[in-house]
């Protein structure tokens, strides 16, 4: 399900919605994405594409799908908690924005 809305995303991408390029790398337990978005642009890769990402998201995959499908937005318990990690959570919410998926 996780490899499915990545394969998906460039379908839901809103380019409006970005304002500067950013690079995301996702690792979602076996499932490891190199999202690049930008004005007008989506780039979604295999595995870590880039040295360093803009965002890093590593979390498991029933979190990410309750994120990504129910609209569930982490706080700092779950970042605390090491439910969800990332060096950029303010990111997070805009990769989110970017497909519609405002909190």
Known sequence: MVE?????LEKHFQPN???Q???FYFSVDEVKKT?????GKIEVEDG??????DCVCKTSA???LKIWQEGYRPGMADFLSG???SNNPFALQ???????KEG
């Not at 999202?35 to 004005?39: D, E, S």
């Not at 805009?94 to 519609?100: I, V, Y």
């Open 4 to 8: 499915e809305i990545f394969a998906n």
């Open 17 to 19: 919605k970005v304002a």
């Open 21 to 23: 390029q950013q690079v």
């Open 35 to 39: 999202v690049t978005l930008g004005p």
């Open 48 to 53: 870590k594409t880039v040295d360093e990402a």
């Open 62 to 64: 029933e979190f990410f």
């Open 83 to 85: 439910k969800i990690k």
């Open 94 to 100: 805009a990769f989110l924005s970017a497909f519609g």
